[in-house]
């Protein structure tokens, strides 16, 4: 389904797992794994103890045509399907198999618009996830992702965040940045080596720590007839309370309750899809 990549130390120790593309065209973690890959096969990386599973490309075929998915949301059915009835559910069931054998888990995607910003997700706010997420280069961290998909009830959570969460892992999403930019290979990169030598996996001088701003998640707007957003919001620009933030064309505008930020606004959604977030504060 995919291909992976196993280095054991062949010591005790952590076994991590590092995933990318997910979504088929975010390339940036795929391009960082493999470099490291690539190191660890020449030698001139060492491995130091435990072991580390990369799965550079998670979703191939949606890698192969530059998109998402094929069928459906990889990251919105991350469990185990009884009967999988689509590319994604298919791939679904191997990845599982993957987090139930790893302790920590690094998932690395990247998104949509030149000169997004780099931030990560923390959806499980626990004492190992907070570690883990101190470990990647970004200055702004996202929390509260289940809990505004439980109130709006629209479309199920079943990310592989939520999956290594319900089965005891570590786990958190690393958003390295616009898909194409070498600045997001170069985040996805420091993510993947600090993580290994913190875990004492391979044989670097220490990990750096990074402090983050942790931003609250509140809500999502889905799109749901034609419109464009008001203006050319990027990724966590401020918002004031009354401000229009998209208009649809039968004159219907939604507007912000209160001052905070806009996440992740997607200007090419399409009618069904995930439009952007808001965090409030
Ligand atoms: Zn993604």
């Given amino acids: 389904m995919f291909n992976k990549y196993n280095f054991s130390s062949g010591k005790d120790g952590l076994h991590i797992l590092i995933l990318g593309g997910v979504h088929g065209n975010e390339v940036a973690g795929t391009i960082a794994q493999r470099k490291i890959i690539r ?13 580390v599973t990369f799965v550079p490309v998670v979703n191939e075929a949606a ?14 059915v991350v469990r185990f399907h009884q009967n999988p009835s689509n590319n994604e559910e298919r791939i679904a069931n191997c990845l599982v198999k993957e987090i139930d054998n790893c302790d920590f888990m690094l998932d690395l995607h990247s998104t949509h618009c030149e000169g997004d910003t780099e931030f990560a997700f923390i959806d499980y706010n626990t004492a190992r ?29 079943y990310c592989t965040e939520r999956y290594a969460y319900l089965n005891n892992k570590a786990g958190i999403t690393v958003e390295c940045g616009y898909h194409k930019s070498p600045r997001a290979v170069d985040v996805a990169l420091n993510s993947i080596l600090n993580v290994l030598t913190h875990y004492g996996i391979v044989d670097l001088p220490r990990s750096k720590r990074n402090e983050q701003n942790v931003i609250n998640m509140s809500s999502f707007v889905v799109k749901t007839s034609a419109g464009k957003l008001s203006r050319n919001y990027q990724h966590l620009t401020k918002i004031k309370k009354g401000e229009v933030l998209a208009r649809y064309d039968n004159g219907e505008n939604i507007v912000a309750e209160a001052d905070g930020y806009i996440i992740i606004p997607n200007h090419n959604a399409n009618i069904g899809d995930e439009w952007f977030y808001l965090g409030y504060r």
Avoid: C
Avoid at 39 to 51: A, D, N, P, V
């Fill in 63 to 76: 890698h192969r045509n530059d998109t998402r998915f094929v069928d459906v949301n990889l990251n919105r």
């Fill in 39 to 51: 190191q660890l096969e020449t030698g001139k990386l060492k491995m130091k103890s435990g072991s």
């Fill in 129 to 157: 996830n907070r570690e883990l997420l101190s470990l990647v280069p970004v200055k702004n961290a996202l929390a509260g992702w289940p809990e505004i998909y439980a109130k709006n009830g629209a479309i199920a959570d």
